[in-house]
């Protein structure tokens, strides 16, 4: 596995776990589902309110090692790490473009 985290849309994006994650949840959901339920979960065992924790978010102090302290927000969002890296890029054959001739001659023009 590599550690190149995507995050997530919460609204196409589709999550299968292999083993049961959550108790008495689908292992199969949008995003925007789970997330849901994650909320629920936060809620009932915290005194924060979890749809800030999900959404706007709290505002904290962060020190990340070698910087100073900055100012700002944090949040919970869902990322994922996919076991390979996928080079989507060399799937992409390439075409002319019916523009190319069109930017060769302005590029001759310039010269």
């Known amino acids: 596995m590599n550690d ?19 108790e008495n949840l689908p292992r199969t959901q949008i995003v925007f589902q789970l997330l849901k339920e994650i909320k629920k979960i936060w809620e009932k065992h915290s005194t ?15 020190l990340i090692p070698g910087q100073q302290w900055r100012t700002g927000k944090i949040r919970v969002s869902l990322e994922f790490c996919p076991d390979e890296i ?25 010269n």
């Open 48 to 62: 924060s309110s979890g749809s800030r924790i999900f959404g706007e978010g709290f505002e904290c102090c962060v």
């Open 86 to 110: 996928e080079d989507h890029r060399l799937d992409i054959k390439q075409e002319n473009s019916p523009l190319d001739d069109l930017r060769q001659q302005l590029k001759e023009g310039k």
């Open 4 to 22: 190149q985290w995507e995050p997530l849309n919460p609204d196409d994006d589709v999550v299968h776990f292999h083993q049961e994650a959550f």
